[in-house]
């Protein structure tokens, strides 16, 4: 069965950094493409990072560039999402994503994801 | 970035059909391929692949979910719904970066 739970999620405030995992299992993580997609509170689905197989590759949307990165352990099954100068509006339930291998980059699985709310 | 436009409620009542619809600001398609994928997230849980490529249903989702479209119109089909299909429904591009997701479509019970 594939598994991808999530930790490290909390309250952090304003400017700081956070740092989720995701411990993936049931399958060969190494051969995954993965992503963070986000939801703010009471609203929609946003794609937040994605990372290739090797760790190599990284995207990311405008809004969260240059403060984001995700990253990976293949060896550990695990993936991150490094979080810098944190903002209110970064406030929100992040879940860790696995994209299928047609390289269509839809995600078909999902953690069942980890609170981050930013406040002072 | 490609905006994807979903109705925000959509009532109905069990047994009936449910079409859900989600239009995009420009084309999803590349030849035959539309990278247009839909999923259901129910209250305080995370969202779940229910189609991918518009039209193929996704592992071990009921055959009473079907979806179709191609360019910039979508459509998700309930038939019949169930009381749990209740949820919100989502349709996601993979076309061009950034993905975009719709806003969601909430499907309640007439």
């Known amino acids: 069965e594939v598994q991808l739970v999530e930790s490290g999620g909390g309250l952090v405030q304003p400017g700081r950094s956070l740092k989720l995992s995701c411990a993936a299992s049931?399958?060969?993580?190494?051969?995954?493409?993965m992503a963070w997609v986000r939801q703010a509170p009471k609203k929609g689905l946003e794609w937040v990072a994605t990372?290739?197989?090797?760790?190599?590759?990284?995207y990311y949307p405008d809004s969260v560039k240059g403060r984001f990165t995700i990253s990976r352990d293949n060896a550990k099954s695990s993936l991150y999402l490094q979080m810098n100068s944190l903002k209110s509006e970064d406030t929100a339930t992040y879940y860790c994503?696995?994209?299928?291998?047609?390289?269509?980059?839809?995600?078909?699985?999902w953690g069942q994801g980890a609170s981050v709310t930013v406040s002072s | 970035d490609i905006v994807l436009t979903q109705s925000p409620v959509l009532a109905v009542s069990l047994g009936q059909r449910a079409t859900i619809s989600c239009r995009a600001s420009?084309?999803?398609?590349?030849?035959?391929?539309?990278?247009m994928h839909w999923y259901q997230q129910k209250p305080g849980q995370q969202p779940k692949l229910l189609i991918y490529r518009a039209s193929n249903l996704a592992s071990g989702i009921p055959a009473r979910f079907s979806g179709s479209g191609s360019g910039t119109d979508f459509t998700l089909t309930i038939d019949p719904v169930q009381a749990d299909d209740i949820a919100a429904y989502y349709c996601q591009q993979s076309r061009e970066s950034p993905n975009t997701f719709g806003a969601g479509t909430k499907l309640e019970l007439k």
């Open positions: 990372i290739s197989t090797s760790g190599s590759r990284t």
């Open positions: 994503a696995r994209h299928s291998t047609g390289m269509d980059y839809v995600m078909d699985a």
């Open positions: 049931g399958f060969t993580f190494s051969n995954y493409y």
């Open positions: 420009q084309s999803v398609s590349i030849s035959s391929i539309n990278l």
